[in-house]
Each structure stands twice: as C-alpha cells, then as structure tokens.
C-alpha cells in the first residue's frame, strides 16, 4: 500500500497533527491539498510543542518532501513565517523539502479583510465563525476565476495586472462593510518582498505527488478540517470552502482517485466543533467543561474555547461512506477518564421516525432531530501508559469496541495522550502489520 489519506471524520481538531505525524515515520512523502491557513495542527515532539497551519505535519522530518497541492489557498507571509519559526528552533532545510504548487490560490490581504468584515458585520445567528484568515472570499475568487495562483508571482507585470483586477472586484463590497480597501501597492509591496523565496519552492505537484506514487514511494495525503465543514458534504452553510473530504485529495494534489490505496478517519473519543452551527450532541454542562478543560479544547488557531459534546456514532458513519473510511484513528481516549458515565449517540429520533443515519439535513432546525443515546461506563485508570489494547481497564476497552461496531469500520490506531509513544497502534496502513511502529 503505497497511498494514505488522512480525514478528519468530525469538525475538525481530531487531533491530525499526531495521528500524521506517527504515519508520517513511513511515508517518503506528505502532500496537503485543501484548506490554507486555517488549519491547525498541533504537533508535540518531545518536550516541543509545534502549531504548524500551512506546513504538513511531515515538515520536521528530514527524509520527507513535502507539497502543498493545487486545492489549498495560502498566505505566503504565514508560509514564510512558518518556515523561518521553525529554522530559528533549529530545524534545517525545511524550504528545500518543500514544493508548493504553482496552481495553488493566493490568500491577499482583501480577502482577509472581506472576511473579517463579514463576520464583525453578519446579522445574529448569521457569522459562520470563521477564523477570519481569508479563506472563503480567498476561494471565492478562484471559483469567479479572479483568483491568483503561486505561479503568476513567476511574472511582475502579470502578477500586478491580475491583483489589480481582483482588487476591483472585491472594491464595493467592502466599502459597502464600511471597511477601507487596500491599495495596489499595499497588497503587492509583501508579495514582491516574498517573491524570491516562494517562487524557489514552486513546481508542478501533480506530477511529482503522480511520479512519486508510480515508484512505489509511501505518499501521505494529511486532511485538514473535518468532513462535517466540507463545502459539499458539511453542515451547510456553517462549513469551510473547501474538500477536507477524501475525494479532495485526488482533486486538490492532481492525481486519479484510483491512486489512493486507503483512507483512514480520524475521530476524537468525543466531539468537539469551533464556530458556529449545528451540534446536536453539544454539552453545556459539568461533562461539557470536563471534555474541555481536560481535553484543552481551545483552538489552535483563534484560540477559541471549543465547544465539546458526545460521540456521534450517526456522524461517524456518514463520514465513514462520504470518505470510504477503511480504518479509525480515535484519539483523545484519555481524556474520558474520570468520568463516571460516558454517553454515546448511536440514533436519531426524527419527524420521519427514528433513523441511524446523519440527518444532515435535517439540522438547520433546532429542536428538528433529537440524538438517542446509550450510556456506557467510565474509568478512572491512567491510560497513558498502555501501549496494547489488553493494558487498557475494561470499561475503556469496551469504550473502544463498541464505538469500532456501531460505526462499522475497524480501528487502525487508539491514542491515549498527546505524545508519540502513547499510541496504541493496531493496523500500519503503509505494511499492515500489527505490531508496528
Ligand atoms: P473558515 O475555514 O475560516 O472559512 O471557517 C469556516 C468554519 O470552519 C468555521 O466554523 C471555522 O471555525 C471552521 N474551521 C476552519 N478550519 C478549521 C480547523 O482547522 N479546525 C476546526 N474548525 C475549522
């Protein structure tokens, strides 16, 4: 097995940065190939504490070439700020690991604006809750083609010419915001200063992510977001504006489908989502605080408190079929323990009678669908030192095995606490074997 993809099964902040990382150690290559800047991951190495938002989570390792696909938006102040962090705490060569398609968009400072104005401005109940990074308008303008791809930074003049017209489009919103536009030379004075560097990592990504699998080379494809903010497949329209789906990682790295070997969903042993919109199993109560406070449920971008509830086993299920989940990583068993009962919701009661699929559609409505649960038992065991299945208390076990059958796809992997070692790995997707790493 030569492809993997990595997808976040809920809201996003699964814990994707770990769970790739750990993957990571077999995989010759990384590719990310949605979303931009709004991403997260946190990485924990040792003692070390990395939030990376554009970089794949493979960036610290020196054997691995990393992309960033045609699907993604980015800010090239943030990329190079990434870059230099992490060569300033001693990590080397991490712009020569690096290829960022010449097709991937540009996030500009007007679309951080649109953004942030939007949200400051929406009506109640209408902000989407977004991270005010640019994003939506950034893929607003790729999809009225008026985006700005990476490549064109290869040319001054046309360069200059295309974000002049971008910038006139986006002219009447935002006075209409009351907010002040940009100038030509404000938006192009940074990127010309970036040019340099950024055109040095440019290359066309579809062939290298294309040639890389037809050699047999281990290729990681790290989502980010969940599938439940997918533009498509997410709670619409409190989602992002992008694929975090799977099928995105074909479209977004410029490969056939054909070429993923297997996907792997990552949930949390709980549910978490930032912003708005629906979450039916949300918790504001003592068991809510629980999962937030001893999860640090906090972003990792905004630094937003989460907001935290139970497992959706109806989610689990729709994520598993809208990105053909081969295997579970669930992450974040730990933070269960010390609760004395932990609830899962296995069903939906709904106007059209009781259902175990996601009423997705059905969610705009408060009130519409009310989630059925079933209770299971807690533990008080530390779990951060079991390193197998048999080393967990029972209660955790059962935890584990019921949420593997109710969402009907096995688990590849359990994590038990933030860093590498406390992983239970059950399934290698790159060898199969059950015993490694
Ligand atoms: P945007 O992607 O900044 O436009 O935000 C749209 C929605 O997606 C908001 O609810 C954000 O909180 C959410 N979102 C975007 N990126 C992430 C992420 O990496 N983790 C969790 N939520 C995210």
Redo the contacts with the bound molecule.
């Keep these: 097995m030569s492809s993997v993809v990595i997808v976040g099964a809920q809201?996003?902040?699964e814990g994707k940065g770990k769970i790739v990382d750990i993957y990571t150690e077999f995989a010759e290559m990384v590719v990310r190939y949605a979303?931009g800047p709004?991403?997260?991951h946190t990485l924990v190495i040792g003692d070390e504490k990395i939030i990376v938002r554009l970089l794949p989570s493979g960036i610290l390792r020196e054997n691995t070439r990393c992309v960033l696909g045609q699907g993604m938006v980015v800010d090239v102040d943030v990329l190079l700020g990434e870059i230099d962090e992490l060569e300033r705490r001693g990590h080397r060569g991490v712009a020569d690991r690096l290829l960022l398609s010449d097709r991937a968009h540009l996030i500009m400072p007007y679309h951080i604006v649109v953004?942030t104005l939007r949200e400051s401005t929406a009506a109640e109940g209408k902000a989407?809750?977004?991270?005010?990074?640019g994003?939506?308008p950034a893929y607003e303008d790729k999809v009225k083609r008026l985006g700005v791809h990476a490549g064109m930074l290869k040319d001054t003049e046309r360069l200059e010419a295309k974000v002049k017209m971008a910038l006139d489009g986006w002219r009447a919103t935002i006075e209409s915001l009351g907010g002040e536009v940009p100038s030509l030379a404000d938006v192009m004075a940074p990127l010309l200063a970036a040019r340099e560097r950024i055109v040095s990592m440019l290359g066309n990504a579809s062939v290298a992510v294309d040639e890389a699998i037809k050699n047999k080379t281990r290729v990681l494809f790290e989502g980010?977001?969940?599938t439940l903010?997918d533009v498509d497949h997410g709670t619409y329209p409190?989602?992002?504006?992008s694929n975090p789906v799977s099928g995105g990682a074909a479209i977004g790295s410029g490969i056939g489908p054909n070429r993923i070997n297997t996907v792997i969903g990552i949930t949390k042993a709980y549910a978490t989502r930032?912003?708005?919109?629906p979450f039916p199993t949300e918790l504001d109560d003592a068991d809510g605080k629980h999962l937030r406070e001893v999860g640090a449920e906090f972003?990792s971008?905004t630094g937003r408190p989460r907001r935290t509830g139970w497992l959706d086993v109806p989610a689990l299920r729709y994520a598993a079929r809208v990105n053909g989940v081969d295997g579970w990583a669930l992450t974040k068993l730990d933070v269960l323990t010390g609760l004395p009962r932990i609830r899962v919701c296995v069903a939906y009661d709904t106007p059209d009678g009781r259902t175990e699929d996601f009423p997705i559609d059905m969610l705009d409505e408060p009130g519409r669908v009310t989630p059925v649960y079933e209770e299971l038992e807690g533990w008080t065991e530390d779990l951060t030192g079991a390193q197998v299945l048999s080393d967990l208390p029972a209660a955790a076990r059962a935890y584990v095995r019921f949420m593997e059958e109710r969402a009907g796809v096995p688990l590849y992997l359990v994590s038990v606490g933030p860093r590498r070692r406390e992983t239970i790995v059950l399934h290698n997707p790159f060898f199969g074997r059950a015993d490694a790493p």
């Design positions: 809201w996003g902040d979303g709004n991403a997260g953004d989407i809750g977004t991270t005010k990074k994003i939506g980010a977001q969940g903010l409190f989602v992002t504006s930032v912003g708005a919109g972003g971008v």
